[in-house]
């Protein structure tokens, strides 16, 4: 007979009720559930999507002139414009608004572990803040308050749309790393931060040179899952008119009398090419958190 | 608003013309902030009642023994998690709602019978519902086999095993995660602005189209409002998570 | 308080009626002791008895409430202590070793001797090779702490505090958190060190060890040293009844 789990020999959980919960540390895989659950779509998906897509709406095709294969048509006639002008600028758009966010939001992040109270409360009080407001709102309020051009010096800059839609967006990305990095560095043990005291080190090389490298490598996936989640965010800079490609895909079914019939291919193809872009990614970093993980 | 404060705010938008808090002095605007508000709460309610039960429905469906289903929700959840919830509005309200059928209340007008709130709700529902499904499957794989198994050998069948035992110990372990879900939910109420949903942006935004100098003063509001609408929930939350917490239990 | 010029006739390191609380639990009530150069000392005592933080205190780690610290002429709990030149003149090993796990072994070693002392890179490394090769860890100089076994990274730890050229060195129970085997390589590395003429407290666990090394043996209870003496007389003479049965139950 063999062992019996918590009488003849250890039992497997502490609990008799539920297995050990692996309480996650902040900034640690659990935030990569998003990536996590785009990579696991299988390859033939998109493909069943639209299909799927196209096949329903079967009983209004016979009612109108206009049929799906024209609509096909002038969605291949439109194509290189909605990627090279629209989806083009979509991925600007998370490129810089990540660049500025990642930097603004490591430095509150440091901020937020601060000796100072004064400026580690004031760092939290702004993360929280932009953590919870709505992106849609922010966007709002900072494209309708951003100054149309900036004057340093003799210099004129004029500001175009989209930069300050970058701005805008900048600010709950900022708040979310300053998370991640805020996270990453508590979950450091405390004996790290006691050896290299009694080494000497000051508070600055003991987060330079100790603390932040430990870290860096476990804050790369979840950064990468708000890269993801900022991506699918930019259409909503087309509500403030930057031209991006939902923008375009308007303006496009407008260019050809906006016919019913071209909604499904246009808008099922903004769907489609996010999903082709965020993928590889999403798969990325399953497979860098895998190689990544620092024992402490 | 007392009389007083109405007279400060009337006052204040005659001295600082950028500054015209007009919904705190003029009725019929406080009305249409209002009733904005009033809908942001009503869909933030529906569809994250809505949202629960599609995740629940789609945990269970995931546990089933036949693949298709399995893998239909998994169709579901890959399309709904990796797709821009804005596109997701848009594609419902237009592309598949031009497929809704219409009736007509008085012989002229074509009414469909989803409107476009209909739309809002049925996608953000989806929306939230997919990751639903994740947060409770997880919950659900904390709960050993041998729990269940052990009520399986009480008699209960599949679904009374999942009802009184599974899921109440899964929702315990899920609820953090469901928690940071719904107060996404709340927060992405706001694109519904997209599809003409008349929620509280739409109406902060109709009423500085109508009066340019509100422009600061209802951004400025607005921010607050949800600012304070989230905290509210974000407390709430703790607050529920704490109560029904197992002694012993999570770290 | 001022810190005063130390001569070698008088004890590196004095400890006067220490008060120390964590909150409302008072865990040293009055501590005192005094350390000759040259001198090893174990503190022994049940757990909660406070030795892990007495050490502590010493070298700055944790504050203490009432009372005076001096090592080498310097008080240790002024506020305006250069925590810098304390750290120079203590060394520390801990039960949990805590190397950087992102550096190999003689990095390690070599870290805090170039980052803050600020010595030259080639006399650093040729340092750093020689204490590897004194901790007996020689051909391990380029593994990470996460390939080194428990003894062999408590070694590496041992050499990294050396690697400051400390007067003296803390040893706070180094061996608690290794399997028996590897307790030995590491006690040996000690005695060495002993040998040598290294200035040394231990608190530990390890009688016979403790025995065969110590100069002077101190003995806390419930945060007060209960009594003190050299080996010869501690183990087989103890007068205090709570030292007889703290010693029965464990030898």
Known sequence: MGAIPG?????????????????????????????????????????????????????????????????????????????????????????????????????????????????????????????????????????????????????????????????????????????????????????????????????????????????????????????????????????????????????????????????????????????????????????????????? | MPDSLQAFFRELADTHPKWNFIFFYDLTQLDRVLSGLWMTIQLSVVCVILSVVIGVVGSWMQGSHLPIVRRIVQGYIQFFRNTPPLIQLLFFYFALGQFTPTYSPDGWLEVPIISNVGWAIISLSFFAGAFNVEIFRAGIEAVPESTAEASEALGMNRLQTYMYVVLPLAFRVSLPALNNNLVNLVKTTTQAIAIAVPELLYEMVSIYNDYSTAQNASMVVLFVVFIVLVGILVLGMHRWERAIRIPGYGG | MPNTEWTPDQPIISVKEVYKSFGELEVLKGVSLDVMKGEVICVIGPSGSGKSTLIRCINALNDIQSGSIRVEGLEVHDPKLDKLALRKKVGMVFQQYNLFPHKTAIENVMMAPLKVLKQPRAEVEDRARMLIRKVRLEGKENSYPGELSGGQQQRVAIARSLAMNPDVMLFDEVTAALDPETVKEVLVTIKELVAEGMTCILVTHEMGFAREIADHIYFTDRGVIVEHGPPSTFFTEAKDPRTREFLSQIL
């Open chain 1, 7 to 296: 009488l003849t020999a250890k039992s497997r959980t502490d609990l008799a009720v539920l297995r050990p919960f692996r309480a996650t540390p902040a900034g640690a895989a659990d935030d990569l559930l998003f990536s996590r659950w785009i990579a696991g779509a299988p390859g033939w998906l998109p493909l069943a999507m639209l299909v799927l897509a196209a096949a329903w709406p079967a009983t209004a095709l016979a009612q109108s002139n206009y049929t799906y294969t024209q609509a096909g048509d002038a969605l291949v006639r439109w194509l290189p414009l909605l990627v090279t002008r629209g989806f083009a600028l979509n991925i600007i758009i998370s490129f810089a608004t990540m660049a500025i966010g990642t930097l603004a939001g490591v430095a509150l992040g440091l901020w937020q572990i601060s000796p100072n109270r004064l400026v580690r409360r004031t760092a939290w009080a702004i993360t929280q803040l932009f953590r919870n407001s709505p992106w849609l709102v922010l966007l709002f309020i900072v494209m309708l308050a951003f100054p149309f051009e900036i004057r340093i010096g003799g210099w004129t800059i004029l500001v175009p749309d989209w930069m300050k839609a970058v701005f805008g967006l900048s600010l709950p990305i900022m708040a979310n790393i300053s998370e991640i990095v805020r996270g990453a560095i508590q979950s450091v043990p405390s004996g790290q931060w006691e050896a290299a005291e009694s080494l000497a080190f000051s508070r600055r090389q003991i987060l330079w040179q100790i603390v932040l490298p430990q870290c860096f490598k476990r804050m790369i996936p979840p950064w990468m899952n708000w890269y993801a989640i900022l991506t699918m965010a930019t259409p909503l800079v087309s509500l403030l008119g930057v031209e991006e490609i939902v923008t375009l895909s308007r303006q496009a079914m407008e260019a050809e009398d906006n016919h019913p019939e071209l909604l499904l291919p246009f808008f099922g193809f903004c769907l489609v090419i996010f999903f082709f872009y965020c993928y590889p990614i999403a798969r990325l970093t399953v497979r860098i958190e895998r190689r990544f993980t620092v024992k402490f």
